[in-house]
């Protein structure tokens, strides 16, 4: 890969300026990469594409199948960025990709716990310092809707247990308070008191993380990758049929608040969302929800065998 200086610049106001995750920026990158990669591959310079060299790597990107519907429509939308951040410096005066749509957006519906299955996973037995951060972890996303970023990077600093919230960095820095309810105030509690302990016992570590609320088990603030194993071993112990991710707490808390009559507007507000659109999502899935009971429980909304 060449060198590109314009396409490190750009990478460096959306962390700098923009303020955008670590996450984000690394998706960014990926997309100039395989972009800069199919530039390199035909010989074409970054300040000479064409709309006709923007419409090759469209079909070229949709035709390898290699990427979902969702990945292909990310991908044009960060060149989209890129080229009007080029266009604003005065490094190009067009943008390429400006008219180059993607493939038409099918937007599933996300996946959500029952209250059942939430009841499980909040009464597991605790027997192990390890087992209460669990236990924390999975009250902490069904209590606050926060994303994963978001809650591995609460510090002890962000906690107010007076006014029983957490103080949270959403996306483009930000920030929002969250809310906590009872049993979770108190398993919080419990597990600070645990963690100074585990930290008595077992430290001084040579990487431990002062301030953060999660812990690894080297002292580290726990990390995503940890995060994930940690889901896909209790999916296995609950005998969960269906996929379990953090997400999946942040889609049921937005739904159970809806399915409760909580106002869009709140659910909004809670999840950090900055445009509405974004949470209207939940509203189809509490619809689908509504259509469902509908159909189980009314006499002439359902096949009985018989009628």
Do not use: W
């Not at 939430?118 to 999975?138: G, K, T, Y």
């Not at 969302?273 to 189980?296: D, G, K, N």
């Amino acid at each position: 890969m060449g060198v590109y200086p314009d396409v490190d610049a750009y990478l460096e106001y959306l962390k700098e300026v923009r303020r955008l995750s670590e996450l984000t920026i690394r998706s960014y990158r990926h997309d100039l990469e395989v972009f800069l990669a199919f530039l390199e591959s035909r010989s074409i310079a970054l300040d000479e594409v064409t709309v006709s060299d923007a419409r090759h790597y469209s079909t070229h990107i949709i035709s390898e199948k290699k990427y979902g519907v969702q990945s292909v429509n990310r991908m044009l939308s960060t060149l989209r960025g890129f080229f009007r951040h080029q266009v604003k410096k005065g490094r190009s005066s067009t943008n390429p990709f400006l008219r180059i749509g993607g493939s038409p957006r099918y937007r599933r519906l996300p996946e959500v716990l029952s209250r059942n299955e939430v009841l499980r996973i909040l009464s597991l037995p605790i027997h192990s310092f390890f087992d209460l951060r669990d236990a924390l972890m999975f009250h902490l996303f069904y209590s606050t809707g926060c994303r994963l970023s978001e809650l591995l990077s609460v510090d002890l600093g962000d906690i107010d247990i007076p006014q029983e919230r957490l103080l949270v960095k959403g996306k483009g820095n930000r920030q929002r308070f969250v809310f906590l309810n009872p049993s979770t105030i108190m398993l919080l509690e419990r597990y600070l008191e645990q963690r100074r302990l585990f930290i008595d016992k077992n430290g001084p570590f040579d990487a431990f993380d002062a301030n953060a609320l999660l812990l690894g088990k080297q002292g580290k603030r726990l990390s995503a990758s940890s995060v994930h194993s940690i889901f896909g071993r209790y999916r296995l112990k609950l005998g969960l049929s269906s996929r379990f991710t953090p997400h999946m707490f942040r889609h049921s808390f937005a739904t159970h608040l809806l399915d409760n009559d909580s106002g869009i507007r709140l659910v909004q507000e809670l999840l950090g969302h900055a445009s509405i659109s974004t949470t209207q999502i939940y509203t189809h899935v509490s619809h689908e929800r509504l259509r469902s009971v509908y159909e189980r429980s009314h006499p002439h909304g359902r096949n009985r065998d018989g009628d």
